[in-house]
């Protein structure tokens, strides 16, 4: 079992910045990829950032420039800062951690319950 918990969204005024936290619990070590998903209202929930165990990353277009995603010290964390928030920002923002079990080939994903970030004055 895997359990992955969210923490940081909220309220924020345009221009502002929120820092999210996200960490996996459960049965795997070492997740290979730990990124940030977000889900506006009526909308399909899209990637925001993505961080690889190399460290390798990939941002949205609408983000680049303004969010940055890291990886913690402590195995299987992932931050996303957002600085420069803008009204189209808002939405719910999922953790999502994925991990290749090399003795199927299988990836398996893992998502966190989202936390809210509204931008808004």
């Known amino acids: 079992q895997v359990q992955l918990v969210e923490s940081g969204g909220g309220l924020v005024q345009p221009g502002g910045s929120l820092r999210l936290s996200c960490a996996a619990s459960?049965?795997?070590?070492?997740?290979?990829?730990m990124g940030w998903y977000r889900q506006a209202p009526g909308k399909q929930r899209d990637l925001v950032a993505r961080v690889t165990n190399s460290g390798s990353t990939n941002y949205a277009d609408s983000v680049k420039g303004r969010f940055t995603i890291s990886r913690g010290n402590a195995a299987n964390t992932v931050y996303l800062q957002m600085n420069s928030l803008k009204p189209e920002d808002t939405a719910v923002y999922y953790c999502?951690?994925?991990?290749?079990?090399?003795?199927?080939?299988?990836?398996?994903?893992?998502w966190g319950q989202g936390t809210q970030v509204t931008v808004s004055s």
């Open positions: 999502n951690a994925g991990f290749l079990r090399l003795s199927t080939g299988t990836w398996s994903d893992y």
């Open positions: 459960g049965s795997i070590l070492s997740m290979d990829a």
